[in-house]
């Protein structure tokens, strides 16, 4: 019998684990491996699939898949593949783009309100400390509802967001590598700036890109400083897009409202990280695309590529694979 074995690296949710083995053909032989390195030596050999949620699949990974015929990413974000050691051996690597993109898009909203409303520092201080406070709160208070929001990342995620903004009347500026058509952009109600201007005019500045060499710290201590005083930042796209140490500091000093955190530089992060000194900030363990739906939504499209290749040879959602190219597939 053809060996048919699946080997999920991450400690994955209990959701993802039976969405995977009600997905896949009950023949495939699925290995949960919660970052065991004992069961990753032992399976990495036997694996035809290799799947990835966070988990970096390194060369050193690699090297010992020798049986690996796909690399399937449960997710957007590949850049904790090796995708050029992948596709030296003719190894396809794909991901799941815009499964997630209304669940992240809700979680970019949920990090605004709760920032503008101060939600976890007034849950806080009465949990832990038996505060009541009612008014002293609302001297920071604000209300999303006609607010200036900046989107860095006009993508599924990015559109999802202002469709959901309509209701609260913002004005909406954009940044994308790859602009939209001005009919595009008319139809959707946004307006395009470069980064600079968007982080001057706008009182949400809200990511949504991916994690590039040129979008590396894009948010950094000069940016921060161009923003309004009352201005919050919302990361939910990859932590390396802003400058951590620069946000901690601006957080710090007040020279901004508050922050969104869903996605650190180091994951995952702990209560030694600086941001959990601060009290101006809502901070998520890159959860944002992670609800049930998102999740079944990730594993059903990812399934189709893991049963196609092993029954078929051939990757049938081409669109998915980042290196289909380099491949010629």
């Known amino acids: 019998m053809e060996n048919k074995v699946v080997l999920v690296v991450d400690n994955i949710s209990a959701k993802t684990k039976e969405f995977t083995m009600n997905y896949l053909p009950q023949d495939f032989e699925i290995v949960f491996a919660d970052w065991n390195e004992a069961v990753l030596d032992r399976e990495l050999p036997r694996a035809q699939i ?31 593949i090796d ?27 949920t990090m605004i309100l709760a920032v503008y409303k101060q939600v976890v520092c007034g849950h806080n201080a009465l949990v ?4 009541w406070l009612k008014t002293v709160l609302r001297d920071n208070n604000h209300e999303l509802t006609g607010k200036t929001v900046g989107i860095i990342g ?9 469709q959901i903004l309509k209701g609260f009347d913002c004005k909406i500026y954009y940044y994308d590598a790859f ?21 001057q005019k706008c009182d949400v500045i809200t990511l949504h890109c991916p994690l590039l060499p040129e979008t ?21 796209s990859r932590g390396g897009v802003v400058d951590e140490e620069a946000l901690f500091h601006a957080l710090s000093e007040h020279h901004i409202l508050g922050a969104g955190v869903d996605t650190f530089e180091s994951e995952p992060a702990d209560n030694t ?3 959990c000194k601060l009290d101006n900030i809502v901070l998520g363990p890159h959860n944002g695309g992670g609800t049930v739906e998102a999740v079944e939504n990730v594993v059903k499209r990812a399934s189709t590529n893991m049963i196609s290749i092993i029954e078929r040879g051939e990757i049938e959602d081409v669109k998915s694979v980042v290196n289909a190219k380099e491949l010629n597939l």
């Not at 390194?58 to 399937?72: D, F, G, I, N």
């Not at 832990?128 to 505060?131: F, I, L, P």
């Not at 700036?193 to 968007?198: G, I, R, S």
């Not at 590396?216 to 990361?235: F, G, Q, V």
């Open 50 to 80: 290799i799947v990835s949620a966070s988990k970096s699949i390194s060369p050193e990974m690699l090297a010992k898949a020798t049986s690996c015929r796909l690399v399937q990413k449960y997710g957007a974000g590949v850049n904790n």
């Open 83 to 109: 995708i050029a050691g992948a596709t030296a051996r003719g190894i396809p690597v794909a991901s799941t783009p815009a499964t997630n993109s209304r669940s992240v898009a809700e979680s970019a909203l």
């Open 128 to 131: 832990r400390e038996g505060k």
């Open 154 to 162: 006009m993508g599924n995620i990015g559109r999802n967001l202002v």
């Open 179 to 199: 602009r939209p058509t001005a009919e595009q952009e008319e139809t959707l109600g946004i307006e395009y700036a470069e980064v600079d201007e968007l982080v």
């Open 216 to 236: 590396r710290h894009m948010i950094d201590a000069r940016r921060i400083a161009m923003m309004k005083s009352e201005a919050i930042l919302i990361n939910c």
């Open 273 to 275: 990280h600086p941001f």
